[in-house]
């Protein structure tokens, strides 16, 4: 079945430090890819989504870009911010369904 | 615009009880979806409301859990009797009615349900 992996945490980074999530997925045909963030106290808010093969989705910032050939998604962010410190979630909806499949998220820790 | 509500936001009960969860989609949305993340594991799809009907209920752990849409508004999520490894995070998401599986979901904050 479809699945999502993503790097395990916790990240721990300083301000202005450079970010990277990787998220690899399993699927067949072409799956819709996201992440998703969740802010502390606070429910998932859709980050960013590319929808085929070597779209890039960006947002806040943050940038992924769709990689079918290593079926990859990794999130990526220049100059991390206090914050940014949230759980970051990859996520795909299949060709023919709407069902999301999350990876285990990752718990970022931004420090001024 | 009021985005995706749920109810209650934690809720601790003992192992045999019952308990029931509520969510508000957006208003129009005619597409709701039940996720729930277990200990801290990947958050795992339970089912998908088009509507008032259940277009998959593929994820739903065992017959302990009903939910229910009634008149295609809000819905209601059941554990009856609740066990201990029902407790973790209670998503609900909704999104438009449209073709394409790139809707976006917009979720709720979630319920944290905690069985003793």
């Known amino acids: 079945g479809d699945s999502v992996t993503q790097m395990e945490g916790p990240v721990t980074l300083s301000e202005e430090a450079f970010l990277t999530i990787n998220c690899t997925y399993t699927?067949?045909?072409?799956?819709?890819l996201f992440w998703y963030v969740q802010y502390p106290g606070e429910g998932l808010q859709l980050l960013l989504k590319?929808?085929?093969?070597?779209d890039k989705g960006s947002n806040k910032g943050f940038e992924a870009t769709y990689r079918k050939e290593t079926t990859s998604f990794h999130l990526e962010k220049g100059s991390v911010q206090v914050s940014d410190s949230a759980v970051y979630f990859c996520?795909?909806?299949?060709?023919?369904?709407?069902?999301?499949?999350f990876g285990a998220g990752t718990t970022v820790t931004v420090r001024a | 615009e009021a985005g995706v509500t749920q109810f209650p936001s934690h809720s601790v009960i003992e192992k045999g009880q019952t308990v029931t969860l509520r969510c508000d989609p957006i208003?129009?949305?005619?597409?709701l979806y039940w996720y729930r993340r277990v200990m801290g594991k990947e958050i795992k799809f339970l089912l998908h409301?088009?509507?008032?009907?259940?277009?998959?209920e593929s994820g739903m752990p065992n017959n302990r859990f009903l939910a229910e849409r009634t008149g295609g508004t809000y819905s209601t999520l059941k554990v009856q009797p609740a066990e201990l490894e029902d407790s973790g995070v209670y998503f609900c998401?909704?999104?438009?009615?449209?073709?394409?599986?790139?809707?976006?979901?917009?979720f709720g904050p979630g319920t944290r349900l905690t069985v003793l």
């Open positions: 998401a909704s999104s438009q009615r449209t073709s394409g599986r790139t809707d976006t979901q917009y």
């Open positions: 699927a067949t045909g072409y799956p819709s």
């Open positions: 590319a929808t085929k093969a070597d």
């Open positions: 996520a795909l909806s299949p060709t023919n369904d709407y069902k999301l499949s």
């Open positions: 208003s129009g949305h005619d597409n």
């Open positions: 409301f088009v509507k008032e009907s259940k277009q998959d």
